[in-house]
T-cell receptor, first 114, second 112 residues
Framework: AQSVSQHNHHVILSEAASLELGCNYS??????LFWYVQYPGQHLQLLLK??????LVKGIKGFEAEFIKSKFSFNLRKPSVQWSDTAEYFC????????????FGTGTRLKVLA | GAGVSQTPSNKVTEKGKYVELRCDPI?????LYWYRQSLGQGPEFLIY????????DSGLPNDRFFAVRPEGSVSTLKIQRTERGDSAVYLC??????????FGPGTRLTVL
């Protein structure tokens, strides 16, 4: 079955530290990839997406992600986190096979200490 | 409206009761999705509508769950004979064909 793995369930960082959140998926075909963020008390919002082209994609608020096809990975990075980045982050995959549903990972809860 | 809206925001019901959850998608979006998010988990796909028809209902857990979208806009997720295991946040999303889904705030369902 298709699945998405996020290895870090809880991450605690100090402000200005660098962030990398892992995301791996199991699907052999073409995929669309997403990172969503959920700030406390708010709904899911899109951070960035990859459909095709340059595997390094840049999103909002200084986030970026790199698609490595050979590793089935789409890791999220930010060079210097801020207290306001405290949120839960979800990786999602849309297998580009005619179905439009997203398959989500279990999420990573990030806490940034001021 | 500007975004996807869902009502109610919270619903508390008793085991065995029937509930309806409503989703208003972004105006003009033809695709609508329902997901369920249990505590500590990511959203789990339930059903996808393209227009009025359910194009993929493979995620509905059993026949107690049903969803409709009679006019191709508002959708209602219906759960019969609720069970405690149905407690979760039910998310709705809509899409205008760009493969990007826009999510609503969710309905938190608690079954006592």
């Amino acid at each position: 079955a298709q699945s998405v793995s996020q290895h870090n369930h809880h991450v605690i960082l100090s402000e200005a530290a660098s962030l990398e959140l892992g995301c791996n998926y199991s699907y052999g075909g073409t995929v669309n990839l997403f990172w969503y963020v959920q700030y406390p008390g708010q709904h899911l919002q899109l951070l960035l997406k990859y459909f095709s082209g340059d595997p390094l994609v840049k999103g909002i608020k200084g986030f970026e992600a790199e698609f490595i096809k050979s590793k089935f990975s789409f890791n999220l990075r930010k060079p210097s986190v801020q207290w306001s980045d405290t949120a839960e982050y979800f990786c999602a995959v849309n297998p580009n096979s005619g179905t439009y549903k997203y398959i989500f990972g279990t999420g990573t809860r990030l806490k940034v200490l001021a | 409206g500007a975004g996807v809206s869902q009502t109610p925001s919270n619903k508390v019901t008793e085991k065995g009761k029937y509930v309806e959850l409503r989703c208003d998608p972004i105006s003009g979006h033809t695709a609508l999705y329902w997901y369920r998010q249990s505590l500590g988990q990511g959203p789990e796909f339930l059903i996808y509508f393209q227009g009025t028809g359910a194009a993929d209902d493979s995620g509905l857990p059993n026949d107690r769950f049903f969803a409709v979208r009679p006019e191709g806009s508002v959708s209602t997720l219906k759960i019969q004979r609720t069970e405690r295991g149905d407690s979760a946040v039910y998310l709705c999303a809509s899409s205008g064909g760009s493969d990007e889904q826009f999510f609503g705030p969710g309905t938190r369902l608690t079954v006592l």
